[in-house]
């Protein structure tokens, strides 16, 4: 039996539990540098899930063989958790992004380490795939002059921080949308507040903005983007007691599929071998280069 052990305790790493056990993966093990909190957070899934989900310490991923290692730890403790992996085969998911940035001069030499000790490594990067079903059901202008992209999430991070920790999901849409080999960002402002960040700048000549939002007391996030001043909005809707999601674009709506079940399963499916996993290491390198920027 596929074993894994997910590292954390929040929503997210729920969402990894539900998204693993539908892979078929049903040997699952929560974990926690608290023993307790991943005791409790472990009798909740397993009565939500209806499974056995079972708990641990960091301590078990030093001595035990998992074949996937899910990491929803926040993210200034990410790489202190890889550390404690002794086996290179293990499959890593990681929650982006994959490092903080700050401290770090030469981001392609810490990459090129990073995935040398880990090569089975997988950064989550849903809104990859929400461009992916974009471009495959909606006709998009050719030509591209300007994107706009607004995130609004829940999360509790302040001012510059809000950029770090958002701007993957939103640089991933860009990147993709303009697909040059190499990119720069270039006149670049921005305005910082408390809660919010908002950035404006340009790519290769096309005109860019961001506004990034975490508000704690918002009951949902809001997602949305515009492609010369088209707008594309992604709309949650609960039925059947569960929340479907749903891309609309020039007055037509279309059914999209929630993008972390295809991280998931395109992170169980494959491996380091695969050009799923090689984009995805492209994505990283592109990502960290820009976020620095």
């Not at 596929?2 to 699952?28: M, P, Q, W, Y």
């Not at 301590?59 to 074949?67: A, D, L």
């Not at 929650?95 to 030499?109: A, G, V």
Request: proline share 2%; net charge positive; charged share 30%.
């Amino acid at each position: 039996m596929k074993t894994c052990a997910i590292i954390g305790s929040t929503k997210i790493a729920e969402i990894h539990v539900r998204e693993f056990l539908r892979n078929g993966i049903n040997d699952i093990t929560v974990i926690s540098r608290n023993k307790t909190k991943s005791k409790k957070f472990s009798e909740n899934l397993t009565l939500k899930f209806k499974r056995k989900i079972k708990f641990s310490d960091l301590k078990i991923i030093s001595n035990r063989n998992f074949n996937y290692i899910s990491v929803c730890s926040n993210t200034k403790y990410h790489l202190e958790n890889l550390k404690k992996l002794k086996n290179k085969k293990t499959k890593i998911l990681v929650e982006k992004p994959l490092m903080p940035l700050k401290n770090i001069t030469n981001i392609d030499k810490e990459l090129d380490k990073i995935y040398d000790k880990y090569p089975n490594l997988f950064i989550s990067y849903p809104m990859f795939y929400l461009y992916n079903f974009f471009i495959k059901n909606f006709k998009v202008d050719k030509k591209i002059n300007s994107i706009f992209v607004y995130y609004q999430t829940r999360g509790n991070k302040i001012s510059k921080e809000i950029f770090f920790d958002l701007a993957p999901h939103v640089l991933i849409l860009i990147i993709h949308f303009i697909n040059k080999k190499k990119m720069q960002i270039d006149s670049i402002s921005s305005n910082i507040k408390k809660n919010s960040f908002a950035a404006f700048f340009k790519i290769i000549g096309v005109k860019i903005k961001i506004e990034l939002l975490q508000i704690k007391e918002k009951k949902n996030s809001v997602f949305k983007f515009e492609i010369n001043k088209k707008k594309i909005k992604r709309i949650t809707k609960l039925e059947n007691n569960n929340f479907t999601n749903y891309l609309e674009y020039k007055n037509k709506k279309k059914y999209l599929k929630n993008p972390m079940s295809s991280v998931i399963k395109n992170f169980v499916k494959y491996d380091k071998t695969s050009k799923q996993f090689k984009l995805n290491k492209n994505q990283t390198y592109q990502l960290s280069y820009l976020t620095k920027s």
